[in-house]
């Protein structure tokens, strides 16, 4: 069993220099982020982090509508981005940034290519199903797929 204090902590090689991979992986996150994962579906017109501090992780759909499932809490360009994970264990959104885990990627230069950090934290924000959360997210079908589909989506960049 795991540990809802525990973090998940996962990388992935993207054959792109730094600055290239921190746009693909934050500005053009429409391009990978599974859409079987977000929560408009086939009603998705938009996926995407405003790019600065405060700024949203949201899903908008064609009338306009937008879903706010994360906030940048800290963002330095290429180096690091850092988001509070507004998404419940039950695949509802949580309105305030406090009460949400939180979600840390860093882009580290190794030689032409960037290798990605991903660490998801503090899961006991989630609650009694903290345990499980965790679990899913690290499971093959959690973070290991987001990041698989990230890495086909660089290699054909």
Known sequence: MSNPEQSISLEVVLPLARPQAFELVVERFAAWWPREYTFLGDNLDDIGIDPHLGGQCYEQDRGGTRIVWGTVLSIERPLYLRIAWQIAPDRQTIADPAAASRVMMSFREA??????ELVHTDFIRHGESADAYRAQMASPAGWPLCLA?????????
């Not at 030689?111 to 990605?116: H, I």
């Not at 589909?149 to 960049?157: D, I």
């Open 111 to 116: 030689g032409e290519a960037t290798r990605l």
């Open 149 to 157: 589909r990230l890495a086909a989506m660089a290699g054909r960049r």
